[in-house]
């Protein structure tokens, strides 16, 4: 929930952005580190336990105090990204793992397994900050700075995934223009919550039907119904999170990076992704992809790179089959699209109807691929069975 | 194309995702417009909050 909560509101954001403005810019970092421990310990002992509050306080001071090892061209910051990776490994795929290699029932399983709030995204951070420094792309910032970096509640949830030399030069220097930020913000936290609660939440009403027993019986129309619902109530539901989470950042003064820019009008696969979830594309080229070669290298090793970044990125998506299947459709996707780009067909201008039919293509593509993100690989294959009337 | 770019622009500075609106638009007392705008919105927040739903995407 949270960003959804009067907490959140009035307890957290309100007060802290009022006092970011007022203190003077030494202090500035100190306001983002005191209320971004405080929003954690309490939506970590509100929506979990003790344990969890604790847990994530622990991960964020390690990350704080280790990171000041890291130096361009050094080690430690290799070190670093193994033991972000690490982190999210234990928490978020352990049980996974220890299911998938040792079979259900296992003596290896986490019985009172639980999840550090927002663990996914500033994992993805603390792996930027290290690889950045490494390359020297990115100044060390004080202690306070990059804590506040790391523990800016509007964002830690689920992202937008910052950048540190993005954001550094903002904490120093925030906006002033304070009418404009508040004027901006409040329409997009507003926005952000009307898309949530008479879209996403409507939605949902909708998708719910999208289980074994319902796809079992419903008509064929029903099934394709459900499944653009899904795909519409995870674009309202992620996108209002994010417009919640820049809007709050507005106040501050500080602009942070954007998620979506309109991304079911686009024309082709690739075009989707560099508007859908902009900043984890963003960090999957640059720490995924790039590192891997890239483009750079031999076509069949181009088709790996990007086949592999994409199955990685639907494992990040959730610790399941199901979410690793649909990083593989997303993968063999943007496969076939830079192999079709790379065509001589591809070379012509499309009129008007060609647009319309690449866009409606690149749509239902998309919403296909959301059968996987939302159930399981049974019911999602048994769906497409019914779909397509394959034979049971 | 150009109607639809203006009218994505228009939706864009209604939604706070641009600072300022589409070109040749000219609105009298904004102040006025935003506060209406800002009314409506809070409306159909209390309507439809009581529907409320984890986010997707947060990690639990």
């Known amino acids: 929930m949270i960003f959804n909560t009067f907490e959140y509101f009035f307890w957290f954001l309100i007060p802290s952005a009022i006092l970011f403005r007022l203190l003077p810019a030494p202090y500035k970092p100190g306001v983002c580190v005191a209320f971004g421990v405080a ?38 910051c290799l070190v670093g990204v193994v033991q972000a990776v690490l982190i999210l490994v234990l928490f978020k795929y352990w049980n996974f793992l220890a299911n998938l290699f040792v079979g259900p029932g296992n003596s290896f399983t986490w019985k009172n397994a639980f999840l550090p709030l927002g663990i996914s995204f500033f994992t993805f951070e603390f792996i930027h900050y290290a690889m950045d420094r490494r390359q020297g792309k990115t100044e060390q910032g004080t202690f ?15 992202g937008p995934i910052k950048r540190f030399q993005d954001f550094l030069p903002k904490l120093r220097k925030p906006s002033l223009d304070a009418a404009t930020d508040w004027r901006v913000g409040i329409t997009r936290i507003l926005c952000g919550l009307v898309k ?91 720490y995924l992809f790039i590192p891997m070669g890239g483009s750079r290298v031999v076509v069949p090793l181009i088709y790996r790179n990007i086949l592999l970044t994409m199955l ?81 | 194309m150009k109607t639809i770019t203006w009218l994505k622009q228009l939706l864009e500075w209604v939604g706070g995702v641009r600072e300022s609106g589409p070109p040749g638009l000219n609105l009298k007392g904004e102040s006025l417009w935003w506060s209406l705008w800002w009314f409506l919105l809070i409306l159909m927040i209390s309507v439809f ?11 639990f």
Not at chain 1, 144 to 154: G, H, R, T, V, W
Not at chain 1, 340 to 354: E, L, M, Q, V
Not at chain 2, 49 to 59: E, L, M, N, V
């Open chain 1, 312 to 392: 990685l990125s639907g494992l990040w998506h959730g610790a399941g089959l199901n979410f690793l299947v649909w990083g593989l459709w997303h993968g063999i996707l943007l496969v076939i699209h830079r192999f079709w780009s790379k065509s001589r067909w591809a070379k012509t201008t499309p009129n008007r109807f060609g647009i319309v039919w690449r866009t409606l293509l690149t749509y239902v593509s998309v919403n296909l691929g959301w059968a996987f993100f939302c159930m399981d690989i049974s019911t999602a294959l048994l769906f497409f069975r019914k779909l397509f009337s394959f034979p049971l």
């Open chain 1, 144 to 158: 306070f700075e990059y804590l506040a970096f790391i523990l800016f509640f509007p964002t830690m949830v689920a």
């Open chain 1, 39 to 76: 929003f954690f310990v309490y939506f970590s002992w509100v929506d979990l336990n003790g344990i969890a509050a604790a847990a994530c306080i622990l991960i964020f001071l390690w990350e704080s105090i280790f990171s000041r090892l890291y130096r361009p061209g050094s080690r430690w």
């Open chain 2, 49 to 59: 909050c009581g529907q409320s739903s984890k986010f997707i995407y947060i990690d």
């Open chain 1, 196 to 286: 949530k609660f008479a879209i996403a939440d409507f939605l949902t009403s909708v998708t719910v039907h999208l289980n074994k027993g319902d796809v079992e019986a419903a008509p064929k129309w029903l099934l394709l119904l459900w499944l653009f619902a899904y795909g519409l109530k995870i674009y309202f539901d992620f996108s209002a999170y994010s417009d919640i989470a820049i809007g709050s950042a507005r106040l501050f003064g500080l602009v942070v990076p954007e998620n979506f820019d309109w991304p079911y009008f686009r024309r082709n696969i690739a075009e989707f992704w560099k508007h859908w979830h902009i900043s984890l594309y963003r960090w999957l080229v640059d």
